[in-house]
């Protein structure tokens, strides 16, 4: 499979530099986030909407949690990168920088969109903070892709 997404050995090391440099930002621009939003976290009312790994009891998520939402991050970004590397030369302009906007804009509206809606639909949760988490999301995409298109280069 992953000969078809052309990951070669000249750009497996791009393809990994991005992946770090997203997940880097994506851990920052979420812990600044659920800091602006902690009222949420912290309301009894919520309680039980939060999965017992993040919260196995009322407080601060565990060291455990951090860890898998970093391995997590990590996963999503790879495979973001990826994509990246093989969609990039679909998105028509000659400027990385633009192309790697351009991806992010389109992943946010097919999956940063369709996610929050459902996300409303599913689980009990203040619109406000449906709200906050997906502009939250559109920065992280925005910058994900900017960060591919600055450093995963065209062939």
């Known amino acids: 499979m992953f000969m078809c997404l052309k990951i070669t050995s000249k750009n497996i090391g791009r393809i990994?530099?991005?992946?770090?440099?997203?997940?880097?930002?994506?851990?920052?621009i979420h812990t600044?986030?659920?800091?602006l939003a902690m009222s949420y976290y912290?309301?009894?009312?919520?309680?039980?909407?939060?999965s017992k790994i993040m919260m196995p009891k009322a407080g601060p998520p565990p060291a455990s949690f951090m860890y898998l939402s970093l391995l997590f991050s990590l996963i999503t970004y790879l495979i973001f990168v990826v994509f990246y590397n093989y969609f990039q030369g679909s998105i028509?302009?000659?400027?990385?920088?633009?192309?790697?906007l351009y991806y992010g804009i389109i992943i946010f509206l097919m999956m940063g969109i369709g996610g929050m809606m459902s996300l409303f639909l599913?689980?009990?949760?203040?619109?406000?903070?449906?709200?906050?988490?997906?502009?939250?999301?559109?920065?992280?995409?925005?910058?994900?892709?900017l960060i591919a298109g600055l450093i995963v280069k065209p062939k």
């Open 16 to 28: 990994l530099l991005a992946t770090v440099v997203a997940t880097i930002i994506a851990q920052v």
């Open 32 to 35: 600044l986030g659920a800091t």
């Open 42 to 50: 912290t309301d009894p009312q919520y309680f039980a909407v939060w």
């Open 92 to 100: 028509k302009t000659e400027n990385n920088l633009l192309r790697g």
């Open 122 to 145: 599913l689980i009990n949760l203040p619109l406000a903070l449906i709200a906050y988490w997906t502009i939250e999301g559109l920065v992280i995409f925005l910058l994900a892709g």
